[in-house]
């Protein structure tokens, strides 16, 4: 069932969000050649709990009912989603995909930023920037009056112009008390189609792009999620509320990208 926010609700929304935020940007400082996604979830553990929220990730169960066992996916290069952290170290020219969520007050965060290790290539620099740009595009479209396949026909169009895969079997959705609410946002779709628009809607808008084929596979770990050609996956997401001319981002890369920038110097 969807149901729509009071102010109040966005407003706690926004708190779980910003950590979230907060989380990715404590991860940017220390992302490099050497570290391992395990010790990025280490971090992200810490700063959560410190900060009073818990980790929604932590303990989530996979359709088998087996209980995720980190504060934060970790996709690397040609995993899409859901990569369990693990004690292989990041590689310059890698990418990497983190996943963060937390529950603050009752209510969910749930954000992702594809981040670059070290120096990475032009090829792969243009799938961080169109998968993010259809990020945007979508948000665009999240208005009261437009209606769902507004958001996703934005993602699918401006990714597949580019000549990207789009993956389907994973997809955005509400969010409120619970990290995963109706309705389901595919990040492909027609335009004009599905469910209008309201005011107070939140939802989750997570475009997962592959630079080859969209089709995917489930590792061994029954989590994790990769490419069939192994080529490499962007995923961004940001938590948003409809509004009535212009979403309201919940979420923030402001503090991550800022982070980017002082290390770039
Ligand atoms: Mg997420
Ligand atoms: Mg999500």
């Not at 907060?22 to 810490?46: N, R, S, W």
């Not at 290069?77 to 937390?102: A, F, K, Y």
């Not at 208005?143 to 580019?162: F, K, M, P, W, Y």
């Not at 630079?211 to 029954?222: H, L, V």
Request: aromatic share 6%; charged share 25%.
């Amino acid at each position: 069932m969807v149901y729509l926010k009071t102010d109040d609700e966005v407003e706690l929304l926004r708190k779980a969000n910003l950590l979230v935020g907060d989380t990715l940007a404590e991860l940017a400082k220390v992302i490099a050649p050497g570290v391992t996604t395990k010790q990025l979830d280490k971090i992200a553990y810490t700063f959560i709990c410190d900060h009073g929220a818990v980790p929604t990730f932590l303990g989530f169960p996979n359709p088998y009912g087996e209980p995720f066992p980190a504060s934060i996916c970790t996709s690397v290069n040609h995993q899409v989603v859901h990569g369990i952290p693990n004690d292989t170290p990041l590689r310059e020219g890698d990418i990497v995909s983190i996943d963060c969520g937390t529950k603050l007050n009752g209510y969910c965060g749930d954000s992702c930023y594809t981040f670059a290790v070290g120096e990475i290539s032009e090829e792969i620099l243009k799938l961080l920037t169109t998968t993010k740009e259809s990020l945007y595009k979508a948000i665009e479209q999240a208005v009261v009056g437009h209606r769902l396949g507004d958001i996703s026909n934005a993602v699918q169009t401006h990714c597949e112009a580019q000549g990207y895969g789009v993956v389907r079997q994973f997809v955005g959705h509400g969010i409120g008390k619970e990290m995963h609410e109706d309705p389901q946002i595919p990040n492909y779709g027609r335009r004009g189609n599905g469910m209008l628009l309201k005011n107070g809607l939140c939802i989750a808008i997570e475009p997962m792009i592959t630079m080859g084929t969209k089709e995917i596979f489930m590792q061994e770990d029954r989590w994790g999620i990769v490419t069939r050609d192994k080529k490499p996956a962007a995923h961004f997401e940001h938590s948003i509320c409809v509004r009535k001319d212009k979403a309201d981002v919940l979420s923030s890369f402001e503090k991550i990208e800022k982070v980017l920038r002082e290390k770039s110097l």
